[in-house]
């Protein structure tokens, strides 16, 4: 308990005291209420991050969990020769540092040294930029999709393993093929772990961080400071040294999260 308020609970306490502050040119750090939050609420910055990793949960999250799902069920089902390998392979890329497999797909989008520019060299075409500012946000999905699914996979395929074997066997003795058993057993039988992994998801693209702020040393004119509610209030507290609105941005994104994720597990826990 002493350890968990030290690491968990003073660093939120710290930050809410924080956000309670302003540091003025005249009067040094004074109280100001709820003003900080006042001004989070307007922030067109702000408001644009929140809105760029929403769209970002929106699309990837469903494909990343959906060819998480997709391996696991073919993995699960015994059809699938050398299955061990194929678990190891995809789940190599989670094992992989994120700033390591950041670094690593920066290179590859690279039109001037990476493999992008290579094959445009080679073959004399023009392929679209992946650090484009139109497609920078389709790459950092793919970028987290390489590096989850394997993540995800282990959660539906450790779900599976659960399941009674006999439940297969009644329904195979009634006539039931492979997708109705699918429909009909499996994917009710791991309705709690598509829950979690789903909730897993949905924090973690409102905690993007990493993959922004790396590219961004590659890429500065698709990814600013604002990219994502994280990365705005690092650039916030590290380069404009405004630690008090830093604090109260990751504060409210904080709540937008938890409540996200709470209506979410809500609904998947729902009995129908």
Known sequence: ??????????PIAYSIYLSLFKNRLIGGNSFVGLENYQQALTDANFWSAVGR??????????????????VALAIDSG?????SFFRISIFLPYAVPAVVATLMWGFIYGTQFGLVGNINDAFGITLPDPLSPSLILTSIGNIVTWEFVGYNMLIFYSALRTIP????????????????IIRSIKLPAIRGALVIATIFSIIGSFQLFNEPSILQNVAPNAITTYFTPN????SLSFSGQQYNYSATVAIVM??????????????????S
């Open 254 to 271: 904080g709540l937008i999260t938890m409540v996200i994720a709470y209506v979410v597990q809500l609904r998947g826990t729902k009995e």
């Open 165 to 180: 074997t006999t439940l297969y066997e009644s329904a195979e003795i009634d006539g039931a093929g492979e997708l109705r």
């Open 53 to 70: 990793v929403s769209i970002f949960l929106v699309v990837q999250v469903p494909i990343m969990l959906f060819i998480a799902l997709l």
């Open 79 to 83: 059809r699938l020769y050398g299955k």
């Open 231 to 234: 990365l705005y209030a690092y």
């Open 1 to 10: 308990m002493a350890v968990f308020a030290l690491v968990f609970l003073a």
